[in-house]
């Protein structure tokens, strides 16, 4: 059965650093893209960053692109999203999805929308370090 679990969510100070993880069960990591999308209160879930397949190619939404990293570790069977200078906004639930991919597309840019993976994780928070 295919399973993500996040964690790594906490409250931090502004300015302060998280690093979430997202764990990988049930299946290999290597053929699948992953993104990190996170859900404010009261808004709709939005993509944060996203990496295809080889890891050659990571997108980032506009408002966290210089302080976040995504990165994955398929022989740990793990993502991480490495955040940085957290700012109240980002409060959110954040999440981690997957999306199998094939051999051909090993290392084509994967978009970074919700509606583009459907495997999930149960979220971790981020609270509001206001």
């Known amino acids: 059965q295919l399973q993500l679990v996040e964690s790594g969510g906490g409250l931090v100070q502004p300015g302060g650093s998280l690093r979430l993880s997202c764990k990988f069960s049930?299946?290999?990591?290597?053929?699948?893209?992953i993104g990190w999308f996170r859900q404010a209160p009261g808004k709709e879930r939005e993509g944060v960053s996203c990496?295809?397949?080889?890891?050659?190619?990571?997108d980032y939404a506009d408002s966290v692109k210089g302080r976040f990293t995504i990165s994955r570790d398929n022989a740990k069977n793990t993502a991480y999203l490495f955040m940085n200078n957290l700012k109240p906004e980002n409060n959110a639930i954040y999440y981690c999805?997957?999306?199998?991919?094939?051999?051909?597309?090993?290392?084509?840019?994967?978009?970074?929308?919700?509606?583009?993976?459907?495997?999930w994780g149960q979220g971790t928070a981020v609270p509001s370090t206001s």
């Open positions: 999805a997957a999306r199998e991919g094939r051999m051909s597309d090993y290392d084509r840019p994967w978009p970074c929308l919700k509606s583009r993976f459907d495997t």
């Open positions: 049930g299946f290999t990591l290597d053929y699948y893209r």
């Open positions: 990496i295809n397949s080889s890891g050659g190619s990571k």
